[in-house]
């Protein structure tokens, strides 16, 4: 899925190397151990089939104004599941969780203002923009949950 264009056009811009999707999964890994939270798979019920990732993290990410530990939640699909669903569910998933394991209530999101897709999803999860700013170069859309 991280090697496909469509899946990181909006995340990154580019597709990850084999060595890069290792990273990230061994990253993820650490997540639950040292914060308690993390990502998930997203599967589609009838058949098991993999459609993605969601959840949560802190990545101490360089950026005006600072997201205050707040947990970031994100989401990401493979192509086929795009446009049925499975983000506005899951995404709701997690925050369900988050609400009944986590003090914190706030949670947040960054979202590429070129991705309405993805805005949807947050604003149908009663996430609302708070800021602008720029992350690694681009333009990016800050969105908070209280």
């Not at 104004?65 to 998933?93: C, M, Q, S, Y």
């Amino acid at each position: 899925m991280w090697a496909d264009p469509l899946v990181t056009r909006y995340i990154g811009g580019k597709p990850l190397s084999k060595e890069e999707v290792w990273a990230r999964l061994l990253r993820a890994a650490g997540l639950w151990s040292l914060l308690g939270y993390g990502y998930w798979v997203v599967r589609e019920r009838e058949t098991g089939r993999f459609a993605g990732e969601v959840g949560m993290a802190d990545f101490h990410r360089d950026l005006v104004p600072a997201l205050d530990g707040a947990p970031e939640v994100g989401w990401i699909l493979a192509p086929w599941a795009h446009g049925r669903g499975f983000a506005t569910e899951a995404v709701r998933a997690v925050l369900d969780w988050s609400d009944k394991h986590l003090e914190q209530r706030r949670t947040v999101c960054l979202i590429a203002p070129e991705n309405p897709a993805s805005i949807r999803v947050a604003e149908k999860n009663g996430f609302r923009e708070y800021a602008r700013s720029t992350y690694k170069g681009e333009d990016t859309i800050l969105f908070e949950r209280k």
